[in-house]
């Protein structure tokens, strides 16, 4: 039983991580068009919205997720890029975040953040998921301490929104 409960608690933690990445492609691509169509506005609301949800994603996954996976995968240094990856999109985030929509470099900055955040999803999803299989990771534990830090940042960054989704 307790297996059972340990992958059903697996795949909630990696669904959540999915859904969070579905929403992500999905508003890169609502961004292009608003930047096609020059609705500043509409692009500065979605692009802040985008940014505050990368961010709880990525101190999620660097607080509890990461470090529960290291020395548990066979490719640790998949977790060494991811973290590179972040970095990589923290600074876009921060360069967003001093600007405003209607800056001629705001638009480019956030289709680059795009494409990191993209193949980042795709490495994740293709390959480090794949080796989550058998683990000594304490998957019940940890997605109750997901769940717990989530609620924390999404309220820190005024996200109560999307999770009902």
């Not at 990461?66 to 995968?73: D, K, N, Q, S, V």
């Not at 490495?123 to 769940?147: I, N």
């Given at each position: 039983m307790a297996g059972r409960d340990s992958?059903?608690?697996?795949n909630e933690i990696l669904e959540m991580l999915k859904e969070d990445h579905r929403r992500v492609k999905r508003a890169f691509r609502d961004g292009e068009k608003l930047a096609e169509q020059e609705d500043t506005e509409?692009?500065?609301e979605l692009?802040?919205?985008?940014?505050?949800?990368?961010?709880?994603?990525?101190?999620?996954e660097e607080e509890l997720i990461?470090?529960?996976?290291?020395?548990?995968?066979k490719e640790p240094e998949l977790l060494d890029e991811a973290e590179v990856e972040h970095a990589s999109a923290k600074d876009l985030i921060a360069q967003l975040k001093q600007m405003r929509a209607d800056d001629p470099k705001f638009s480019a900055i956030f289709k680059v953040l795009g494409e990191y955040v993209k193949h980042h999803i795709?490495?994740?999803?293709?390959?480090?998921?794949?080796?989550?299989?058998?683990?000594?990771?304490?998957?019940?534990?940890?997605?109750?301490?997901?769940?717990?830090?989530r609620e924390q940042l999404m309220q820190e960054h005024g996200l109560l929104e999307f999770e009902e989704e």
């Open positions: 992958s059903k608690a697996k509409a692009l500065e692009v802040e919205q985008t940014c505050a949800e990368l961010e709880v994603h990525a101190t999620l990461y470090p529960a996976l290291r020395g548990e995968i795709k490495e994740e999803e293709g390959q480090l998921f794949e080796q989550l299989g058998r683990t000594g990771v304490k998957w019940e534990a940890l997605l109750q301490e997901v769940q717990e830090r």
